[in-house]
């Protein structure tokens, strides 16, 4: 095994290390250091998953599977970026593109109709959603900026859109009978299984079975009505019309894969409800599903004349809609995956509450959140910033975050435990004793869900909480509700563990709302600030506030402790990953900054130095900050525009920095001498190298593939300085 693991993964991402790897494995290999990679894409999850369809040479590995277990060991060093969660349009599309170049693997069956259906179906939902995120998040997080990045975000401040106190913007959830107001929850008090059944008029039909929780577990159980959910629905684009605003819709349907989906097609009906009532039967022929999005539907019904003049009369008496791509037509509504709800909110709050309308124009928007979990974090921060004006970002402090995940902790949607409640009846789950856990009445239609919380993550979190407020000495709040259930029980988790340790004085404990707002209060005041938040707030807020201060999440430095003593480095958000290969697909310009990947390389070879007592490592992670302080002072991150510097002249900076730090430090003289050279032949290459680099742009970019690119034309593509790749090698 390789002492550093460097995660191969999808999209802009996976392209940048096609340039950047070469540049660490180079100069980890002077410091006796191997860096692999671990095949953790989209397409190389399918492909592992039918190897009995592929020939011997097209078989590859389960390498989540082998991360898995390594995560779980001492010895993981495992650097990760962003990877796809894969919504049903995005498996759809791979498993096309694979087809397509021979790879056998069976076509996911939407509506399976045979038992060899249905195991295929189940397979391919094991890789749709956050499938990766799971298997190899064995600790809790703890992200925050890094000082570099957040001393230049301070003295560079990037453009901020003004909000003015009579912005109609604002977030709109529904009244009642959703995830929130309905969820239960309990602690167990010993290890136990369980099963989830759905007790009907006609009999019992059982949703899982064979659950196992061990002692401790904090359990939940919730459903969200399908009735209430379309009467909010309907309301909802009502009131956006009379408002004059843009209707917007936030979800995340590719982490909860189950549950997001399904509400984004009721909003898909709703928006359409006309068309629907008078071409029902005949969408169904055409195999229209709601849940695939507004751009699949047009596709589908392109070529019936009334179909589409009724849509056509229906959007014009609908309000605009928020736009993906103005220019292109495609509307909020288009593709569940495209509007992501932790991505798209704090971009919207950016720029002041504006987003982009059908005419290519900002308007005010009606963001439409149904839940209520997680919504009030969206809704008091837009009310603060009509309060108190936009945020500044060069006095603004930070907001860090120490977030509960490991072992599945909150696990998006739960998607073993969600379900499209087939019949009315009651759904109860049901512990090994015979104990009724949970139970609710549901309709056909509700989406009903369980998650669960391990004890040993829970505690580990609060330590790690712990551990970080005394090293930063500042605020620390857990955004956590008294009044919600699932909350009720982590709090009873929590406050004798801060007792015990003697620091209950340095924490508080707050509603979301209210954690919100004394966050921004604290970072608008020049302060910092620890959120201590489940998983869900984890991801939400770690893009949030980075946006708003740093105008990127990617920049933030990720860290997970895993619980067995290894360490996972994670690189950033990949949200606006799509869009990045467009552009390079188009004009063989890669705007993708890889700081993500630089701040985790250094915690990465920090960390082997200390497990491994290898002090050549350390003297390189000393250098990659080194080197990523001066991509920041220097103002060598790519730029958006074709024919300006991108990634590719990113990493040749990075590479130069990294070797002159290494030959001008003194701590260890075999490296001095090792990369003197090195750092001569990049400073003389210089203009050479950059002449090469930009030879390129403009022109279309052939990579050979989306989902499953062509190595040698993605290593033509993105490593196309001679000069550069002979010092390199």
């Known amino acids: 095994m390789s002492d550093i693991i460097y995660t191969k993964v999808d999209e802009a991402p996976e392209l940048a290390s096609a340039s950047f790897l070469p540049i660490i494995q180079k100069f980890a290999a002077a410091a006796g250091v191997t860096v692999g990679t671990k095949d953790i894409s989209l397409a190389g999850r399918i492909l592992a998953t039918f190897p009995e369809n592929l020939s011997e040479d097209q078989r590859q590995p389960d390498d989540l599977a082998d991360l898995g277990r390594l995560v779980k060991t001492a010895e993981a060093n495992v650097i990760k970026l962003p990877n796809i969660s894969a919504s049903v349009p995005q498996l759809v599309a791979a498993i096309k593109e ?7 693997v069976p076509d996911y069956p939407e509506a399976p109709a045979t038992e060899a259906e249905e195991a295929i179906r189940a397979k391919y939902d094991g890789i749709k959603g956050s499938a990766v995120n799971p298997v190899l998040r064995e600790g809790n997080s703890d992200r925050r900026a890094a000082k570099a990045v957040k001393n230049f975000a301070q003295n560079n401040p ?21 995830f929130f107001s309905n969820e239960a929850s309990a602690t167990l008090a010993e290890e136990t299984t369980a099963k989830i059944v759905l007790e009907t008029a006609t009999g019992e039909i059982v949703l899982k ?21 379309k009467d909010f629905l309907a309301a909802e684009i009502e009131k956006t019309k009379a408002d004059g605003t843009l209707f917007s819709l936030h979800l995340k349907s590719t982490m909860m894969k189950v549950s997001d989906p399904i ?17 029902g039967a005949a969408l169904a022929d055409l195999g229209v599903n709601p849940n695939s999005g507004l751009g699949d539907l047009l596709d589908r019904v392109k070529d019936d004349a009334a179909i589409m003049a009724d849509i056509d009369a229906c959007m014009a008496a609908r309000p605009p809609m928020y736009m993906v791509d103005s220019d292109k ?8 995956s495209d509007v992501i709800i932790d991505a798209s909110m704090p971009a919207l709050i950016r720029a002041g509450g504006k987003g982009w309308g059908p005419d290519g124009k900002e308007a005010d928007a009606n963001c439409v959140i149904p839940d209520n979990s997680y919504a009030p974090i969206y809704d008091e921060t837009i009310n ?37 409640v087939p019949e009315a009846g009651t759904v109860k789950m049901i512990l090994a004793d015979g ?35 005394k090293a930063e000495g500042c605020e620390a709040i857990f955004w956590l509700d008294a009044d919600r259930a699932h909350d009720a029980e982590l709090i009873a988790y929590v406050e004798p563990i801060l007792k015990a340790r003697g620091v209950a004085d340095k924490f508080t404990i707050m509603p979301p709302r209210a954690a919100t707002r004394a966050s921004f209060e604290t970072i608008t005041a020049g302060n910092n600030s620890i959120a201590i938040t489940g998983n869900v707030l984890r991801d939400y807020l770690t893009d949030l506030f980075p946006i708003l201060e740093l105008a990127t999440s990617a920049k933030m430095l990720s860290i997970v402790k895993l619980m067995n003593g290894g360490g996972l480095f994670e690189t950033g958000a990949g949200g606006s990953a799509p869009k990045h290969v467009q552009q390079l697909n188009e004009e063989n310009h890669l705007r993708w900054d890889s700081l993500g990947e630089f701040c985790a390389l250094g915690e990465s070879l920090t960390f082997l130095a200390d497990s491994k007592n290898n002090e050549k490592a350390r003297v390189l992670g000393q250098a990659v900050d080194a080197a990523t302080q001066g991509i920041l002072d220097d103002s060598r991150s790519p730029s958006r525009k074709v024919g300006e510097p991108d990634n590719r002249n990113s990493h040749y900076w990075f590479a130069r920095y990294w070797a002159e730090a290494l030959a001008g430090q003194n701590s260890d003289p075999e490296l001095a001498a090792y990369f003197a050279p090195v750092a001569k032949a990049l400073a003389e290459g210089e203009s050479d190298i ?26 033509a593509v993105m490593r196309p300085s001679a000069t550069l790749n002979a010092i390199i090698g």
């Open 158 to 178: 990037h453009r901020m859109g003004d909000w003015s106190a009579d912005s109609k913007t604002q977030v709109s959830s529904m009244s009642g009978n959703d």
């Open 98 to 104: 694979l087809q397509s170049k021979g790879y056998a």
């Open 435 to 469: 104990t009724v856990l949970h139970q609710h009445e549901v309709e056909v239609g509700d989406i009903w869900r369980s998650a669960s919380t391990r004890k040993a993550p829970i505690e580990d979190w609060v330590n790690l909480a712990i551990d970080r407020q």
């Open 690 to 715: 950059l002449a090469e680099l930009a030879a390129v742009q403009g022109a279309p970019a052939d990579l050979g593939g989306y989902y499953r690119t062509d190595p040698e034309k993605t290593a």
């Open 384 to 420: 603060f910033f009509k309060e108190n004006g936009k945020l500044n970002p060069a006095t603004a402090g930070t907001v860090q975050n120490i977030g509960l995940m490991a072992q599945k902790a909150e696990e998006y949607g739960s998607h073993p435990t969600t379900f499209e």
């Open 329 to 336: 037509g495609l509307t909020n509504l288009h593709v569940s």
């Open 263 to 279: 509400i984004f097609g009721h909003a898909v009906k709703a928006f359409l409800a006309p068309v629907f009532d008078a071409h």
């Open 209 to 229: 079975e064979g659950l196992s929780y061990p002692a401790g577990t904090v359990v939940d159980a919730t459903f969200m009505s399908v009735a209430a959910l």
